[in-house]
């Protein structure tokens, strides 16, 4: 008995129907078409993966399966690797082709790509990938690159299908629980929900009610996040699709020209240019995959230590540093999935400056963390807030000033480091500074309640400017440095060098 012919649409970060050309292009071809997902063990097993992504995902999961089901196939839930798994269809089916989106992800991805294409290779199976968002595949010239994503986003919408053949015979396995031991890195708090359905009221809401305060409260790690769109995640594994966002903020200014508050305006351009930078920072970690795992500069090689301080890094990791800004952002991050930007890059910045670690050691924490990790901005804004790309300005926040500037009450503070709640604001931003009768009086002793900050805010800040500028020595260091930018900068401005062969700095990302 001859094998049915059809046609597999492989979904990774793209859980969606709607503007889905693999989909779109796996159904025109006019054979039964196998929606597929695999869960892939050893991906779950990686240090930037965790329970809390995988919540997430479940919920766009349940989604996606519940949209396929209703255009005639629903979707096929496979758990292993995935050449084995494709090898394995091979033998019941005749697979016309393979549809997806390229992804840029981590090296773990990069390489299990690799491996289906050159399987595909040997088993004459056609493979066709799709760029997914404003990226770039073989981008030959960076100057080329915002053009070419111009170009992309304002293509129309691809609707979803009307209806799929379904393939005759497939089982699905069954959706693996949140608490599946498979998912071995567990976070315990909450997680943002997943889904096209929350992303498309998120988008709306967005659009009118929050645009007029999203700039104003932008960076407040108390204010943010009732301001702030909440799509990371969603454009993160694709429940919308960078273009569906563009056309969706752009037909709201359009319409809105003449009758929309000014801060409102605003609040959506500035989302269009955070998208524009979101695209190019994943364009560097696919342009360069080794963003990784090796410095941008090779100035900064060896520059911090090797092993890490497990000290600090437990303190770091866990809020127990002694700075109550510090230690409630990432007890915040813990517990919800996400912080606004600035509070990101302060979490950064003390790991690598205040406290001299190394970014691929913290670099894997925070990935856990949150629920909207997307590898290409990950890494990209590691390294510039670590300082080692050479062509970004140094930023060291100030985490004490941070402190003041963003939670002047308190009230952040009180909330994720309740320990330190019974103190008046006068108190909350630098609680070593209390004289120790004042505290017995509060019932907050330092030392005992709440730690002594493990290292000297001054002194760190000091130390680490002077390592750096030794560095920055380095007699190529500018030479690099225009190499580097000339691959991976940004073209947003146009470059004004200080000297010949030196690189202009880029600009900070601001998330959503």
Known sequence: MTAEKISIVWFKRDLRVSDHAPLHAAMASGYPVLPLYLIEPEYWAQDTSSNRHWQFIRDCLLELNRSLSALGQPLVIRTGE???????????????????????GTNWTYNRDKAVQHGCKTAHIPLHEFPNNGVVRALHDRDKWGAIRGQRLGQPLIDPPLSLRPVQGVISAPLPEIDDPIFRHKIDGKTQKGGRASALRLLSCFLSDKSSGYLRHISSPAQAGAFSSRLSAHLAFGTLSEREVFHAVTSYLSAGKQTLPAMALKGGRSVLTRLSWRSHFIQKLEDQPDIETHNMHSAFDGMRPEMADNHRLAAWRDGQTGYPLI??????????????????????????????????????????????????????????????????????????????????????????????????????HEPYRMPPELGQRYGVVIGRDYPYPIVDNAASIRMAKTKMAEHKRHPDFSAISAEIYQKLGSRNRPPVARRKNKAPPSQQLSLF
């Open 327 to 428: 230690d409630g952002c990432m007890r915040c991050l813990v517990q919800t999935g996400w912080l606004p930007f600035r509070m990101r890059a302060m979490l950064v910045s003390f790991a690598s400056y205040h406290l001299w670690l190394d970014w691929r050691h913290t670099a894997p924490v925070l990935a856990r963390y949150f629920t909207d990790f997307e590898p290409g901005i990950h890494y990209s804004q590691f390294q510039m807030q670590s300082g080692v790309t050479g062509i970004n300005t140094i930023r060291i926040y100030n985490p004490v000033k941070q402190s003041y500037d963003h939670d002047k009450t308190g009230s952040f503070i009180r909330k994720y480091v309740p320990e330190l709640a019974p103190l008046p604001a006068q108190w909350l």
């Open 82 to 104: 995935a050449v084995d798994i494709f090898h394995s269809l091979a033998q019941n089916y005749q697979i016309t082709g393979i549809y997806a989106h390229q992804e840029t």
